[in-house]
């Protein structure tokens, strides 16, 4: 088992920046990707960016230029994953969760990102 906690979410301007973190702990040496995707009311969940074990890194199109991924595996507990977000736009606003992919996907609960003035 895997335990997904994300933070970092609130409400911003657009233009404001965030960094969202992720940390991931129990069986942690059985992830091998970690990444954000994030759900807008009426939307499919969709991928935002992801890491993996090498350090290949995809962004979504959107996102490319303003949002960047990077990860801490430091301490030899937990796994944590960041996301640093610039440029907000309003496109922006969802929940954003993080994933711990093993041979299943492990799923935080979610933290909410606004972009409004």
């Given at each position: 088992?895997?335990?997904?906690?994300e933070?970092g979410?609130?409400?911003v301007?657009?233009?404001?920046?965030?960094?969202l973190?992720?940390v991931?702990?129990?069986?942690?040496?059985?992830?091998?990707?970690?990444?954000w995707y994030?759900?807008?009311p009426?939307n499919?969940?969709?991928?935002v960016?992801?890491i993996?074990?090498?350090?290949?890194?995809?962004?979504?199109?959107?996102?490319?230029?303003?949002f960047?991924?990077?990860?801490?595996?430091?301490?030899?507990?937990?796994?944590?994953?960041?996301?640093?977000?610039?440029d907000?736009?309003?496109?922006?606003?969802?929940?954003?969760?993080?994933?711990?992919?093993?041979?299943d996907d492990?799923?935080?609960?979610g933290?909410q990102?606004?972009?409004?003035?």
């Amino acid at each position: 088992q895997v335990q997904v906690v994300e933070s970092g979410g609130g409400l911003v301007q657009p233009g404001g920046s965030l960094r969202l973190s992720c940390v991931a702990s129990g069986k942690i040496f059985q992830i091998y990707t970690m990444g954000w995707y994030r759900q807008a009311p009426g939307n499919q969940r969709e991928l935002v960016a992801d890491i993996n074990l090498r350090d290949n890194i995809r962004y979504a199109d959107a996102v490319k230029g303003r949002f960047t991924i990077s990860r801490d595996n430091t301490d030899v507990n937990k796994k944590t994953v960041y996301l640093q977000m610039d440029d907000l736009r309003p496109e922006d606003t969802a929940v954003y969760y993080c994933n711990a992919a093993t041979e299943d996907d492990y799923w935080g609960q979610g933290t909410q990102v606004t972009v409004s003035s």
